[in-house]
């Protein structure tokens, strides 16, 4: 930690003072923030946590940097999802690689993500979504030894999902 000329830590976070009140509010981590195509920043650990909301949602890693949008990978809870399918009339009683890769189900998972986030900006909102049929994990190095997701290994190692999800260099 390094103190500036002003008297400021330098901690890596994004924060903003409310000068009546002398309030010091935290609003994201350096390192969790990305820019979208249209110079727009992403604070990806307040989309993550507000999709994690979802019953349906087990992990989720927001995507989109240089992108027009943003979307979300997301590893559902398989057994929260088959509930919700049955309930909306679609065959859950398959293997969890199928249930992932089915177009009506991201559909159905998509429609809920982009209801969760109908209240952010417009560039914030969740409009595409991929579904992953395993978790993230430490022994693919997707994940630190603390559980916490690594976005560039994220980024390769589901590199050709990302490319069709947003199409065309979207």
């Known amino acids: 930690?390094?103190?500036?000329?002003?008297?400021?830590?330098?901690?890596?976070?994004?924060?903003?003072?409310?000068?009546k009140s002398?309030?010091?509010?935290?609003?994201?981590?350096?390192?969790?923030?990305?820019?979208l195509s249209n110079s727009k920043y992403i604070?990806?650990?307040?989309?993550?946590?507000l999709l994690k909301q979802s019953a349906l949602v087990s992990q989720v890693i927001i995507v989109g940097a240089g992108r027009k949008?943003?979307?979300?990978?997301?590893?559902?809870?398989?057994?929260?999802?088959?509930?919700?399918?049955?309930?909306?009339?679609?065959?859950?009683?398959?293997?969890r690689e199928d249930i992932c890769s089915d177009a009506r189900v991201i559909k159905?998972?998509?429609r809920e993500m982009s209801d969760l986030t109908a209240d952010l900006n417009e560039y914030e909102r969740v409009k595409k979504v991929g579904l992953l049929p395993r978790e993230f994990s430490i022994?693919?190095?997707?994940m630190t030894p603390t559980l916490k997701i690594k976005r560039g290994v994220i980024d390769k190692n589901y590199g050709d999902l990302l490319d069709k999800l947003f199409g065309d260099g979207d």
């Not at 979300?72 to 009683?93: H, W, Y």
């Open 43 to 49: 604070a990806t650990q307040q989309l993550e946590s």
């Open 22 to 35: 002398g309030h010091l509010f935290l609003t994201a981590r350096k390192k969790d923030l990305f820019k």
């Open 69 to 95: 949008q943003v979307a979300a990978l997301i590893v559902p809870d398989i057994e929260s999802l088959k509930i919700f399918l049955t309930e909306k009339g679609v065959d859950a009683n398959r293997k």
């Open 139 to 142: 022994e693919r190095g997707e």
């Open 108 to 110: 159905l998972v998509q």
């Open 1 to 19: 930690v390094v103190l500036t000329e002003v008297g400021w830590y330098k901690t890596g976070d994004f924060v903003y003072l409310v000068e």
